[in-house]
């Protein structure tokens, strides 16, 4: 169990080191090429360790089967990380339309309509969604949702990056909101 703990934490401080200094660009290659972007580097490793493991000439030394297969495992992580990430924004967005629909002219939500979109005992959190007609309206969050799994290293590597928060959460596939409490969390450590 422990080597597993340790093989998971190498794979995470990896990612967390590579996907600052390459500025995120897997998840960007997954914007625009969708699951190919991920296969076509997995089959890069795949082929790689295929060579190593017949034991091909090799011209850069350092590189082994084990780091090949680590690699392998990062790329299948980051791609259920999009496909999670890609799935949780759009219950999200769609969570925060209904509730931009269910406002009334004060910017708060009125009480019939959030009874129907929480249930007091699922409620997780609050969170201030920002709207620049009706000002800024505090919400209950469900639970499923506040839950939603955010890569906090990412999150924090593109905040020192000197990303606006905005695009973070545009990014993120989350409210600007959530972006802020990570930042705030992270601060404080």
């Keep these: 169990m422990e080597q597993h703990e340790s093989l998971l934490r190498q794979i995470h401080d990896t990612y967390v080191k590579k996907n600052h200094d390459y500025g995120d660009s897997f998840s960007r290659s997954y914007e625009k090429y969708g699951i190919v972007a991920a296969m076509v ?3 890069d490793k795949w082929n790689r360790l295929d060579n190593l493991a017949r034991g091909g000439q090799q011209m850069v030394s350092g590189e082994s089967i084990r780091d090949t297969l680590l690699d392998l495992a990062g790329y299948s992580i980051m791609t259920v990380m999009e496909l999670d990430r890609r799935k949780l924004a759009e219950n999200q967005k769609e969570f925060e339309q209904q509730v931009k629909e269910k406002c009334d002219g004060s910017g708060s939500v009125q009480e019939s309509s959030a ?4 249930k007091e005992e699922e409620t997780a959190g609050k969170v201030v969604l920002h709207d620049d ?5 505090e919400v209950n969050i469900p639970e499923k949702l506040e839950k ?11 905040y020192k990056a000197k990303w606006p928060q ?3 959460a545009d990014e993120m596939g989350c409210s600007q909101g959530r972006v802020s409490q990570i930042i705030r969390a992270h601060k404080g450590d």
Excluded: H
């Design 115 to 118: 009874e129907e979109l929480v």
């Design 41 to 43: 580097r997995m089959e």
């Design 166 to 168: 905005k695009k973070i």
């Design 148 to 158: 939603k799994p955010i890569d906090e290293g990412k999150v924090m590597a593109l």
């Design 133 to 137: 007609e009706k000002g800024d309206i």
